[in-house]
């Protein structure tokens, strides 16, 4: 039997990603924290996205080709500071991997995210290109680092689904846990390592800390 997990471009095979159909009927029982006009974007959604000609396109690195020859893989811009999210491969643990919005251009794989569309769920992972690791919500850590997401894990449960919003209006994108219910934000007021970091951690769409622009890598 064929994997539910697909790619996000196995679903949508258009460029870019836009908003779901005008008639899209809206969610009869819509989640607390999820203002009118934001909408949970399903894989019957997905596939009636146009990919028209103004199709958004990734800002890559000058002469970096390696992100444009995966088209189902995304880059994630936080609204709030303009900034690509990255995997920080580089850190130590226990933060090994986590995801901060801290990139100016998409430079390659670090800022590439591939969504998996999980059918049974009806939810996404996401799975980083820098280490090939699923990003999980880390519940269990404390203080300033709690619901951090970090592309660590090998195996898709719980911890690292995901469910994706999308406001026409606004043409931005939100991600809910479904480990927590909460919203991912981007810290921008930490400082340190953890500056920029995304967490799950907001219990609505507020404005821009939780807004998202998704970029598609496709040629």
Request: hydrophobic share 45%.
């Amino acid at each position: 039997m064929t994997s539910v997990l697909l790619s996000l471009s196995a679903v949508l095979a258009v460029s870019a990603l836009s908003a779901p159909a005008a008639g899209a009927a809206p969610s009869a029982d819509r989640p607390a924290g999820v203002p009118a006009g934001w909408e949970a974007v399903d894989a019957a959604d997905l596939a009636r996205i146009n990919g028209a000609a103004d199709a958004r396109r990734a800002p890559l690195a000058e002469g970096d080709a390696a992100a444009a020859a995966e088209p189902e893989v995304l880059a994630v811009q936080s609204a709030a500071n303009g900034r690509f999210a990255a995997t920080e491969v580089n850190y130590a643990a226990p933060n090994t991997g986590v995801l901060r919005a801290r990139s100016a251009e998409i430079g390659g794989s670090w800022e590439s995210f591939a969504f998996e569309w999980d059918e049974t769920t009806e939810t996404y992972a996401l799975k980083s290109l820098a280490n090939n690791r699923y990003v999980a919500v880390e519940k269990n850590y404390t203080g300033s680092a709690q619901n951090v997401l970090r592309a660590r894990s090998t195996s898709v449960g719980g911890w690292e689904r995901f469910i994706v919003y999308y406001n026409e209006s606004l043409d931005r994108w939100a991600l809910q846990s479904t480990l927590n219910g909460l919203f991912v934000t981007m810290e921008n007021s930490y400082t340190g390592s953890l500056q920029y970091a995304l967490r799950a951690r907001s219990t609505e769409i507020s404005g821009s800390w939780e807004e998202f622009v998704l970029y598609d890598l496709g040629a």
